[in-house]
């Protein structure tokens, strides 16, 4: 057991020093961070992205990986603490967004953005803007492989809005354009109760969100499996 979690923790250190060797690798990145969620240290990934973001000329990818570290660490955190990692998570989505826009940054922080509809948070309209602008520029790709999980945030986001039947609009352009992804399907077949189960289950702060990157890199595994 003690060799085990020797070999686990010589593994985290070889993919932390990738990720600090190249901080703009969303690769790197992803490796390291399902690494951290494993092993359920996600102070470790955060500590390491925040140093990083810190450095002069930090890129846009190193904020994506800063973001995503926050978002890791959300289902195992308190309620008032999953508001901060989500607001810091938005921050470092921005800047991003303000050094190299791109799909993933907008596609993410829209995503985010979703999960503030309560209280005195009201961010929905903000994430749906979001992630209209991640599927144009998704759009201009062939073919983008966040055009999936964009149209069913995009979606969940007008239900969410209280536009329902432009929520059904984009599930049933993505189901005609994705008829292997059941997300759509499950949805425009569901009556409106049941969605909003669905919708519910999905934008639950205590549910792990998959961050591996693996619509960029299919190699690489999803740490969910891992039970964390």
Known sequence: MAASATAAGAGIDALERKAIADPDSLRAGAEYRQAVIAAGT?????????RLAKRPGAGAGTFINLALSYVDK???SGAIRQVYLGRDAIKALTRSIDLTPS?????VRGLVNLYYDKLIFHRVDKGIADLEEAR????????????PRILVALGDGYFRFDRRERA??????????FPSVPDFRRRVDAADEQVRGIIAGVLDADARVDTSLRELFPDLADARSAGR
């Open 42 to 50: 996600f102070d470790r990934s955060i500590a390491v992205f925040e």
């Open 74 to 76: 959300v289902p195992v």
């Open 103 to 107: 799909v993933l940054a907008y596609y």
């Open 136 to 147: 144009r520029r998704a759009s201009l790709e062939a073919p983008s492989p966040y055009m």
């Open 168 to 177: 059904r609009e984009v599930w049933r352009d993505g189901l005609a354009n």
